[in-house]
């Protein structure tokens, strides 16, 4: 499994690291504010937080270039921000605005960008999986050399339709990369109580599909391993796996309790792993950054995502009339 050690051993520029240190810090703090708005009312209905994951798809998107593509399931506001959505538009639709992605009819399930190549975040557990191969499909048959990242997560991993499009994509050699964010529990149930698999990845084996186990709180062993995994299809080599160990600091949902789970637990995860501390004593330690350096950075995501929750609050919500638009006749 990659890990921080071999990430400490590559060779990434003070820029570099800054960049990731400012793109997982938005996420989180990002993801922070979206749950004061859902306790004070401001969000309906479900919301998933991305807090403790951040790594994963910041250290994937460093690996993306114009035209390649993401998908993923309902915790999906990281995965918007890191592929450069704006944190306005986001919060907008999560609040049902019409200053939303979605014109604030889709909320975080059903919020899309075609600029940004972000084709959603879907609720239907594992769905996303045989969509994210169909995109795959669609830029081999235009014989670009784009790639598809298609995200899940563990509790997704035991969904049979994940191994049809396996079984598929590995038949047409699809430029395809599945991401199983494993943060080690299916809403409540822990990987350890629903699997008798030592990794998920290995049952990628056999279909043929080659894979590995990445520490994915360390965003340069997530870039690494990414690397590897778009160059493999970028050469024809059909699809990847990689399943990167991971953790949510929050419950499944802002309605979940997390008393399946110890404190202590989640606490050491926190103190000895935490993604975001990572790069910042990768920044401080060897004098590539100041404190005040890092603190400016805060404040000047506070101060973004601040104007993102204005803007939510000061748009209108959707009129009457767009009940009609943008739907199937």
């Known amino acids: 499994m990659a890990t921080k050690k071999d990430a400490a051993k590559s060779n990434v520029s003070r820029d570099e690291l800054l960049k ?3 793109e997982m810090l938005l996420i989180r703090r990002f993801e922070e504010k ?3 708005l859902y306790g004070m009312g401001l969000i309906g209905g479900f919301c998933h937080l991305y807090i403790g994951q951040e790594a994963v798809v ?3 998107e460093a690996c993306a270039k114009a035209g390649d593509k993401r998908i993923t399931s309902y915790r999906d506001h990281g995965h918007m921000l890191a592929c450069g959505m704006d944190p306005k538009g986001v919060m907008a639709e ?3 605005r019409s200053g939303g ?3 604030g009819k889709g909320g975080s399930m059903h919020m899309f960008s075609r600029e940004k190549h972000f084709y959603g975040g879907h609720g239907i557990v594992g769905a996303q999986v045989p969509l994210g191969a169909g995109l795959a499909f669609a830029d081999k048959y235009k014989g670009n050399d784009s790639v598809t990242f298609t995200y899940f997560g563990d509790g997704a991993a035991n969904q049979g339709q994940v191994y049809e499009t396996y079984n598929m994509a590995e038949l047409w ?5 599945f991401v199983i964010e494993n943060n080690q529990y299916a809403m409540g149930t822990s990987v350890k109580r ?9 049952r990628g084996l056999a279909y043929g599909i080659p894979g590995e186990q990445v520490d994915g709180m360390d965003v340069l062993a997530v870039k690494a391993a990414g690397e590897k995994a778009v160059a493999h299809c970028r050469a024809g080599e059909g699809p990847y796996i990689l399943e990167m160990m991971t953790y949510r600091y929050r419950g499944h949902s802002m309605s979940d309790p997390a008393k399946y789970r110890t404190r202590e637990e989640v606490e050491k995860i926190k103190t000895e792993k935490d993604a975001i501390e990572h790069v910042r004593d990768l920044l401080l330690t060897p004098g590539l950054a100041s404190e005040e350096d890092l603190k400016a950075i805060d404040r000047e995501i506070k101060d973004l995502v601040n104007a993102s929750a204005d803007f939510a609050r000061e748009s209108p919500e959707p009129a009457p009339s767009e009940l009609w638009t ?3 006749a």
Do not use: C, E, N
């Open 173 to 177: 050699s699809l430029p395809v990369i």
């Open 101 to 103: 992605y979605s014109k």
């Open 94 to 96: 999560l609040t049902g």
């Open 20 to 22: 990731y240190y400012r």
């Open 34 to 36: 979206a749950g004061q």
């Open 194 to 202: 629903s699997t008798k698999s030592t990794t998920l990845f290995g």
């Open 58 to 60: 910041v250290g994937l």
């Open 326 to 328: 943008d739907i199937y």
